[in-house]
């Protein structure tokens, strides 16, 4: 493996996820550079990378020994602002918020590592922010760091020479005057003599990886495939890929070139791994450093901006809701509307306008286009307040071609179908409950049912049709539940039957984009301790709307849950997100089985956004209030629509 930390994005699906057990080997290869993709980088920085490599990026004493080693070189102290450029899963950064450093962040491109990182420095508490990025683009200010580190051989990935150029200019621009850079990376000099042409290392008792290597046609880089095989499921991985050789003066050269001074070699390192078997580009390594000699970069004057102009959607409280009991909006409703009013005015740096009538929604917002600022998109009961037509709105606001918050019509359209979206986390690899897709004609004692299961509409929203009397434990039962959707609720659509998980309910949000820059909030549970004995586990209708059922007790507490669950969860939830273009702000629902595997039972872009509601108290187990959520959806679509900051 490379041995290293990527630059660049890792994207699923699909390049980035492992690939299948039993894949076919492409045989001999004549011309290794001939099959390396020039963004090789995006799908091969995941778990078995962190497996490959764990002998040198998963030793603690190695990191400890090299953290130690660089912060005498940069002479640190706790005051530095610090970026770890391509950080991986963010051992160096980690370690360094250990010693105390409390201005630590980490940028890369990989969700998986990121992820990690993450996931890491929040179970230890400690103050280091990781974010995902381009090193090409910096999402950074000018003059903002005193250090910048690319350490682990994480430099010269790209195609052109051009690229690390640009990584390097940006460097230059967010150190502030007189900050420094430090580069680890592989001599390309000792490679280019003592690199291995065939190698192969057992990784663990069940893996081993063989290589084979070459030198680049221009003599620039080497190149490298990589097979990694499992003695029981066979070839895991056959990869190539191709890095770039630096020697201690063309590296030199490059750092002048981006606008550097005092370029200085401080020796070497030479790695020392548990196995050391094959330790590719990480045997020899050069650190350097290179100095920022610039001004500090003058500030704009300051011109006073005009708030910024925004209109929230809502639903229409003149017209009927059959997601609603009483199918009209009540005090509650109402309620939550001002709510939801009082924290929006209390933003500062906004004026906010608000249009309910929907059949007057295409005049009302055409005469404001060329006023606007952003339009945020509330209306969740959809056009006419029916939570089929949720899509139209915002493809009312894309033919009007105005910026608005959340997710896209063909978003809603598809997780609006749970079938579709149990077919598409199938297809991922994400794991979802045993179903039946059930037609109005199709006969109910021919489904081949392992009880218990749940009978729910495919299209629903809000709960619709998930009550206690959907829970069945046999045929008849199951019959009874989908008389009562069909006939009660007069939904004749088709339905879900599906299996019934006895484990932990779960839901997760997430705010922001994937994969610039997102929140993901704390997970919670439905709290079922104080339900009557024998009424299913479900938070369903009653629980929402129906203030005198024992359901209505119900309430969320956060989830205690083992690490690899959480990944697991945490993981699916991001690749779907990606996957179904959802944006902003968008939550996920899961259930345990009785073995304690999570599975996928729906995804909810756009979910609801009332001040007591999941959303909310997941970020208030985050200590965010509401004011502060909203404020932080509106901040997700400024960034993704290239808004600038107010």
């Not at 990191?63 to 991986?88: M, N, R």
């Not at 065939?198 to 046609?217: A, G, L």
Request: proline share 6%; net charge negative.
């Amino acid at each position: 493996m490379p041995r290293k930390a990527s630059p660049e994005n890792d994207k699923p699906p699909h390049k980035n996820k492992p690939a299948s057990p039993k894949r076919t080997l492409l045989g001999p290869v004549h011309n290794l550079e001939e099959h390396v993709h020039p963004d090789w980088w995006r799908g091969i920085f995941n778990s078995l990378y962190l497996k490959t490599d764990a002998d040198v990026i998963d030793d603690s004493d190695l990191t400890k020994q090299e953290v130690e080693l660089f912060s005498t070189i940069l002479q640190l102290s706790p005051d530095h602002a610090i970026l770890d450029l391509c950080c991986g899963q963010g051992r160096h950064s980690i370690e360094l918020a250990r010693l105390g450093f409390k201005k630590v962040e980490g940028l890369d491109r990989s969700h998986f590592l990121i992820h990690r990182a993450k996931s890491q420095a929040k179970s230890e508490g400690l103050p280091v922010r990781f974010r995902e990025g381009d090193a090409r683009k910096l999402p950074f200010g000018n003059d903002s760091f005193d250090v910048v580190s690319i350490l682990g051989n994480s430099f010269g990935y790209f195609e052109s020479v051009r690229d690390d150029l640009r990584v390097l200019k940006e460097v230059r621009r967010v150190l502030k005057p007189d900050g420094r850079l430090l580069v680890d990376v592989s001599d390309g000099g000792f490679v280019r003599e003592k690199y291995h042409p065939r190698s192969w290392e057992w990784i663990d008792k069940k893996h081993f990886v063989c290589r084979e290597r070459s030198i680049s046609k221009d003599g620039d880089r080497l190149i490298t495939r990589e097979v990694i095989t499992h003695v029981e499921k066979g070839v895991l991985v056959d990869q190539f890929y191709a890095e770039r050789l630096y020697t201690s003066d063309s590296l030199g050269e490059l750092m002048i070139a981006a606008g550097f001074s005092d370029f200085t070699v401080h020796g070497g390192i030479t790695t020392n791994s548990l196995r050391n078997q094959d330790l590719g580009m990480m045997e020899q390594r050069i650190v350097a450093t290179a100095l920022v000699k610039k001004e500090w970069t003058k500030s704009k004057s300051k011109v006073k901006h005009a708030e910024r102009n925004i209109v929230v959607l809502l639903g229409d409280p003149n017209r009927p809701d059959p997601m609603k009991p009483l199918r009209i909006f009540d005090e509650d409703d109402f309620f939550t509307i001002e709510q939801l009013k009082v924290a929006l005015e209390g933003l500062e740096g906004y004026k906010f306008s608000y249009l309910n009538t929907h059949s007057a929604f295409h005049n009302d917002l055409k005469k404001l286009q060329g006023r606007l600022d952003l339009v945020m998109n509330l209306c969740d009961e959809g056009f006419d307040n029916d939570p089929r037509k949720e899509l139209h709105v915002p493809a009312l606001l894309e033919q009007l071609e105005m910026p608005y918050t959340g997710s896209g019509p063909q978003c809603l359209a598809f997780c609006y179908d749970k079938s579709a979206v149990r077919g598409v986390a199938k297809e991922m690899g994400i794991p979802v409950p045993k179903a039946h897709f059930v037609n109005p004609e199709d006969s109910l004692y021919e489904l081949p049912v392992d009880f218990p299961v749940i009978a729910k509409p495919n299209f629903g929203d809000s709960s619709f049709g998930i009550t206690q009397e959907s829970f069945a434990t046999n045929r008849e039962e199951l019959v009874n539940a989908i008389i009562m959707i069909r006939d009660k609720l007069g939904y004749e659509k088709p339905i879900l039957v599906e299996e019934f998980l006895t484990g932990k309910d779960l839901s997760i949000g997430i705010i922001g984009n994937s994969p610039e820059n997102y929140t993901i909030l704390p997970l919670i549970e439905e709290d079922y301790s104080l339900l009557p004995e024998g009424l299913p586990k479900i938070c369903g209708y009653e629980a929402k709307w129906m203030p005198d059922s024992p359901y209505w007790k119900l309430r969320a507490i956060p989830a205690e849950l083992t690490k690899e669950t959480k990944r697991q969860i945490i993981e699916g939830s991001l690749k779907l997100f990606e996957r179904l273009e959802c944006r902003d702000y968008v939550r996920f629902d899961w259930r345990l089985d009785g073995e304690g595997n999570p599975k996928l039972l729906e995804v909810n872009p756009n979910p609801g956004w009332c001040w007591d509601g999941h959303l909310a108290k997941m970020a208030g187990i985050d200590q965010i209030d509401y004011q502060s959520m909203l404020l932080s959806i509106l901040k997700a679509a400024e960034q993704r629509l290239g808004m600038a900051t107010t």
